[in-house]
């Protein structure tokens, strides 16, 4: 099942995807833009997270400026109060550690090697693991539960259980890649 088919409405893969971003080549990983986040009933949190995983998705697959992107991302969508200063947290928090962060998915799911992941999942799991061991602002099950979410809106067909089983492995050692990841 594609991503486009939770949206009725539209026709087909280029009639989303901006100019500007063709080069990208989207296929079933391809993630949401502004539009279409838009029109989703999220959580507005969960919405935010969506927008932060846009924009470490863009950074994977692009050599564009993190801060480029960010800013155009955040300049497209209205968010209130203070999740524009969410949606930076996640994606400047996540950022520079992402490498160690996929030693620890490369750790704990091993049946998966880390390039072998697609991107959209290896996003996800990276901002949760950095909400769970990191920020700490947002309890370890809801953690959880905001990353299926997002596997459902974003990934694939088996997403949501691969991205779940992953989580469930890494929470069981929260403590150790807190540790792990405030040393860097």
Do not use: C
Not at 84 to 93: H, N
Not at 137 to 154: D, G, M, Q, R, Y
Not at 163 to 176: M, P
């Amino acid at each position: 099942m594609s991503i486009f088919e939770n949206f009725e409405g539209i026709e087909s893969q280029d009639s989303i995807i901006p100019e500007s971003q063709n080069n990208l080549q989207p296929d079933d990983e391809t993630v949401l833009y502004k539009e279409e986040i838009e029109e989703i009933e999220l959580d507005e949190r969960t919405r935010a997270r969506g927008i932060a995983l846009q924009v470490l998705f863009e950074m994977d697959m692009t050599d564009h400026p993190i801060n480029i992107i960010l800013k155009e991302r955040l300049d497209a969508v209205k968010l209130e109060g203070g999740l524009p200063k969410f949606v930076e947290s996640i994606v400047l928090g996540v950022a520079p550690i992402s490498h160690e962060i996929d030693r620890f998915i490369a750790k704990y799911a091993t049946e998966w090697p880390i390039e072998q992941i697609a991107v959209i999942d290896r996003n996800i799991i990276r901002i949760a693991v950095w909400e769970f061991a990191i920020s700490e602002h947002t309890p370890l099950k809801v953690v959880i539960n905001e990353s299926v979410e997002l596997a459902k809106v974003f990934g694939s067909e088996s997403s949501q259980r691969f991205v779940n089983g992953v989580l469930g492995s890494l929470a069981d050692h929260q403590i150790d890649i807190k540790t792990a990841l405030e040393e860097i």
